[in-house]
């Protein structure tokens, strides 16, 4: 593991900071940078957790779900993006490869091991869960520190998960 080579800089006042013409102010626009970074970490992460999930499993409804999971990746892979592209708008320094997201994802490790549909269903849940709770506590962060663009970000980014927490767990409800 090479974990203790990536720098970490949330919440030591180190955090890189550009020169920008964006309207927020720079004690606003750094807390934000360090919340961001989080969320870009558990991005990356809980993408390939997807594809782990899309290309191993195996079982009841095999196609589905399969698809299921590359349809879900493919938004995540979306919030990447726009995570790392509002984190640099305000001045950011964005920290986007898999070694630094290793350090700064909010998630637990995915087990490798899995192979059921409802094992990769339900463990995949409990990551966009767990995302999930922490989107929330950073729209109240963000509207607290009075961004509402980051805010807005992250409330779409919930949704979305909330959304895909459904198609997953309707597979084993009822
Ligand atoms: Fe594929």
Same mark, same amino acid.
Request: aromatic letters at 6%; zero cysteines.
């Given at each position: ?68 999971? %590359?349809? /879900?990746?493919? +938004? $995540? !892979?979306? =919030?990447?993006?726009?995570? *790392?592209?509002?984190?640099?708008? #305000? ?27 409802? %094992?990769? /269903?339900?463990? +995949? $849940? !409990?990551? =966009?869960?767990?995302?999930? *709770?922490?989107?929330?506590?950073? #729209? ?35």
């Amino acid at each position: 593991m090479a974990k203790d080579k990536t720098p970490k800089n949330a919440g030591n006042g180190k955090t890189q900071m550009h020169k920008t013409m964006n309207p927020i102010s720079e004690n606003i626009r750094g807390a934000m940078v360090e919340l961001l970074q989080a969320h870009l970490g558990t991005a990356i992460d809980i993408t390939y957790q997807t594809k782990q999930a899309h290309w191993n499993v195996k079982g009841m409804n095999f196609i589905a779900v399969h698809e299921l999971f %590359d349809d /879900l990746h493919d +938004l $995540t !892979e979306g =919030y990447v993006d726009d995570i *790392a592209e509002r984190l640099t708008a #305000i001045g950011g320094q964005a920290h986007g490869t898999v070694q630094a997201s290793v350090q700064n994802s909010l998630l637990d490790a995915y087990p490798l091991d899995l192979v059921k549909s409802e %094992d990769h /269903l339900r463990r +995949l $849940t !409990e990551s =966009y869960a767990k995302w999930s *709770a922490a989107v929330e506590k950073g #729209i109240e962060e963000a509207s607290e520190a009075g961004d509402p663009l980051t805010e807005d970000l992250l409330t779409g980014i919930g949704r979305g998960l909330d959304k895909s927490i459904y198609f997953m767990e309707s597979h084993f409800q009822g």
